[in-house]
């Protein structure tokens, strides 16, 4: 075959498999969302993460404004500290609440925030002073539990005359 | 006489196990020639086009045509399992992260090697049992940087353009069969596969798997080919050898570089 005709298909082929790459980069993979825009650091403090993993979307009304980008574990106060990258054009007031939620049964955790009412914004570095926990199943078994047996504990009798 | 019978057999796993060695220590060697000697291949890059020619143009059918065929069975076969728990709106995840991690990187090695890996090995084969190696080293012209460094560039370099040229197929396949035929619908398809991909865990540790399998399935084919013996049915034995070691090879690299890279971590 003549030199020109292979540099042709070679070409074509070499421009088939870059074009395949940047495909599976910017169609399937997640390039596009959050890598280019501005983004600041806040930081929250939970008593039980759960199943929180970083890379874990943060919510707001259901939109996702940002990402976890660290979990640690504190040795003085034994909570964890989760570390918050939220994009700059989703302001958020300084009271706001941060909660550790689940998307369906069996779906993975997500940081939920809920705008308080504060006049001031957070900034980068800030600390949600606001947080609720992960639902554990067996603290809410157990706690389900103790209610229904405190419930139905039967009246002492009265002393029979 | 019995220990003499145990004697033998352990002489023969000796040089069994010795052979294999030494055989492991020259290919080692034959690879780091080739990569020191590779200034012709890469200077006169156009031996190179043409063997990326040969090794990538001509595997584009079957990989293509398996990528597509690939995704189509995993969204049917996924779609079947994922719609009894609900999930079915997963389905681009699966074929996704199936394709992008592990069978665009695998299926398109093995299908590299069949294809791409046997041709090479019996080309150079073929030209050392025809004397056409010998002939270049009479004329001074060093036949590993002349045929065997442009046969190794072109399929290193053509083998992660394959796979993820697979990858991309087999997500069109899923594509075309999970939401066009099955009905599964399309944004939630493509969004919940945009978030759960990732680009550095998932589809750069799927590149970085097919360039290693590129490597290890050229260098076998390369070496086999420069190493088999000058006859008929030593250049058949070793085109054989070739696809096989290379599948093999393939394989236990990919439980490696998984374990390595997809265990542990931030990414469970």
Redo the contacts between chains.
Sequence with gaps: MN?ST??L??G???V??????L???L???????F?TSQMYQVQAKFANIGGL???A?VKSAGVVVGRVADIRFDNESYEAIVTINLGYEYQFPRDTTAKILTSGI?GEQYVGLEAGGDGVMLKNGDRLRLTQSAVVLENLISQFLFNKAAEGKPEPKEPAK | MRVADLRARLERLGSGVSSHVWRLGFASRFLAYLVVHSGTALGRF?LT??E??FA??LS?IIILVSGLFVGMVLALQGYDTLQR?GASESLGVLV?LSL?RELGPVVAGLLFASRAGSAITAEIGLMKATEQLSAMEMMAVDPIARVVAPRFWGGVI?M???A??F???G?FGGYIVGVQLIGVDAGAF?SQ???A???RN??LN??IKSVVFGIAVTWIAVFEGYDAPPTAEGVSRATTRTVVTSSLAILALDFILTALMFTGG???
């Design positions: 030199r292979i540099d298909w070679v074509a082929f070499v088939a498999g870059i074009a395949g790459l495909f599976l980069a169609k399937v993979g997640n390039l596009a969302t890598s993993k970083a890379r979307p069996l | 156009r086009i043409a990326i020619y990538g143009v584009l728990f996704a992008v053509s992660p353009l394959l993820a040229l990858s991309a197929m997500i493509w596969m945009q978030a991909v990732d680009l998932d589809i799927g590149v931030t990414h469970q």
